[in-house]
């Protein structure tokens, strides 16, 4: 079976993660599986950007847990933390990122990236400093270690590399 075969396959039996664009955020679907006892255990998350002259981070919500949670985190990091999280829950399921699809608000599938998905941020420096904690994200994921830190530090994206790493330690949000 090639690779495009293996995604119909995917595609045709639902099995893959669904990232709808959403107002500066994006709700994602995960497959559902089939557990011993017959239950469908498929989650939904939200992301939600909140920026200035908020508090600037991540709105959350998965069906996963009961309550929502605010992730506060600078503006750069954004859609990194988002991606991170979408993307680790994607291989948590045995899924290849390559299984992550995208979508608009109404169910069209987008020929797109994740990156276009959810708005840039505000203002010049925060896009260059996104860009520069995307290099070190890319270059570390998922062996974070103490080099990136370092690095991301000499680019003044650290705290966004350490909540970066946080949220990989913990498994996501």
């Known amino acids: 079976m090639d690779n495009k075969e293996l995604v119909k396959f995917f595609k045709d039996h639902d099995y893959m993660t669904k990232v709808f664009e959403a107002e500066d955020g994006c709700t994602v679907t995960f497959p559902s599986t089939t557990t011993l006892e017959g239950s469908d255990d498929s989650s ?7 920026r200035e002259p908020l508090p600037v981070g991540i709105h959350y919500y998965s069906t996963e847990t ?3 949670a605010f992730i506060e985190c600078p503006e750069y990091s954004i859609r990194i933390l988002i991606f991170q999280d979408i993307m680790m829950k994607t291989e948590r399921m045995g899924l290849s990122p390559n299984f992550m699809f995208y979508y608009d608000e109404d169910g069209h599938e987008l020929e797109t990236t994740f990156i276009d998905l959810i708005n840039v941020p505000s203002c010049k420096k925060s896009i260059k400093l996104e860009e520069k904690l995307a290099d070190i994200f890319y270059a570390a994921y998922p062996d974070f ?13 650290g705290k966004g590399y350490e909540l970066v790493q946080l949220a990989f330690l913990m498994e996501g949000f």
């Not at 939904?44 to 909140?50: F, H, K, L, T």
């Not at 270690?145 to 994206?157: R, S």
Request: hydrophobic share 40%; proline share 4%; with cysteine.
């Open 44 to 50: 939904i998350c939200i992301y939600q950007a909140q």
């Open 66 to 68: 009961v309550n929502p």
């Open 145 to 157: 270690k103490k080099e990136f830190l370092e690095l991301a530090e000499k680019e003044g994206v």
